[in-house]
């Protein structure tokens, strides 16, 4: 049984999902792996016990899995391929929260902090920083008013920061936000100019819902995911895409 590549395949998922949540705390989705993890020992269990079951499913269920996982390289594509480093200047940069674990930036969150830090001082043209996320389950405080404190700490002019602190998900950030730049503006969101700050893996779909709420003149810059969360954030993005393209565009303005 130990030869059997569904089994390795089960294992070293299972591993790697055990490891990451006991070094990094609990990682959201992991729990989805551990469910394929076990679906891989499953199915080699199957194969090693009876190998015509397995040839009989397997020849069933092969078109729909070639289906599946066809369809998941091609939203990858999309989703590694988008544009992800604009530099140019914008009025207003929206910085989307990703989480916290009590009053401490998750590492992801942190990577969008430092990027809108850097981002920030090399342009020397005034812009206002609109902080979007709330407080969620395991949260002390919002993710706006954290990445706020973290902002001034590194040298950021408060003034120039706006919080969002009530939205739960990315469609909510940028909804939210708009309305907030909107009001100070007195004007449509499509004649501003907006850089959004996120993590890459978040990049296409963050600019498509963006795009579905009328931001016209928007840019993307990202930071880089953390390389032990890769498999786990863009498996679970390709997810997002669909469920975002699906339900969360019919908000369109």
């Known amino acids: 049984m130990g030869k059997i590549l569904e089994v390795k395949i089960g294992l070293a998922i299972l591993i790697y999902v055990i490891l990451l949540n006991l070094i990094s705390g609990r990682i959201a989705f992991s729990e989805a792996f551990l469910v394929i993890g076990f679906i891989f020992l499953l199915v080699g269990y199957i194969k090693y016990k009876n190998i015509e079951l397995y040839k009989k499913a397997f020849k069933i269920l092969k078109p729909f899995i070639l289906i599946g996982l066809g369809f998941f390289i091609f939203l990858q594509g999309i989703i590694i391929g988008f544009p992800k480093n604009n530099k140019e200047a914008s009025e207003y940069v929206i910085v989307l929260g990703a989480g916290i674990h009590g009053q401490e930036l998750s590492k992801t969150l942190k990577?969008?902090?430092?990027?809108?830090?850097?981002?920030?001082?090399?342009?020397?043209?005034?812009?206002?920083?609109?902080?979007?996320?709330?407080?969620?389950?395991?949260?002390?405080?919002?993710?706006?008013?954290?990445?706020?404190?973290?902002?001034?700490?590194?040298?950021?002019?408060?003034?120039?920061?706006?919080?969002?602190?009530?939205?739960?998900?990315?469609?909510?950030?940028?909804?939210?936000?708009?309305?907030?730049?909107?009001?100070?503006?007195?004007?449509?969101?499509?004649?501003?100019?907006?850089?959004?700050?996120?993590?890459?893996?978040?990049?296409?779909?963050?600019?498509?819902?963006?795009?579905?709420?009328?931001?016209?003149?928007?840019?993307?810059?990202?930071?880089?995911?953390?390389?032990?969360?890769?498999?786990?954030?863009?498996?679970?993005?390709?997810?997002?895409?669909?469920?975002?393209?699906?339900?969360?565009?019919?908000?369109?303005?």
């Open 111 to 253: 990577g969008r902090v430092k990027k809108a830090v850097k981002y920030i001082d090399n342009i020397e043209e005034d812009m206002y920083i609109v902080l979007s996320g709330g407080q969620g389950e395991g949260e002390s405080i919002s993710e706006a008013l954290a990445m706020k404190r973290y902002l001034i700490e590194h040298g950021i002019n408060e003034k120039q920061i706006i919080l969002e602190d009530k939205s739960t998900n990315t469609k909510e950030n940028l909804e939210f936000s708009k309305k907030i730049i909107e009001e100070r503006e007195n004007k449509n969101i499509k004649d501003i100019g907006v850089t959004i700050i996120t993590t890459d893996f978040h990049a296409f779909r963050s600019n498509m819902l963006a795009k579905s709420f009328g931001y016209e003149n928007v840019k993307l810059t990202t930071s880089l995911s953390n390389i032990f969360l890769i498999p786990i954030h863009y498996t679970r993005e390709a997810l997002a895409v669909v469920k975002s393209y699906v339900f969360d565009i019919r908000w369109i303005n």
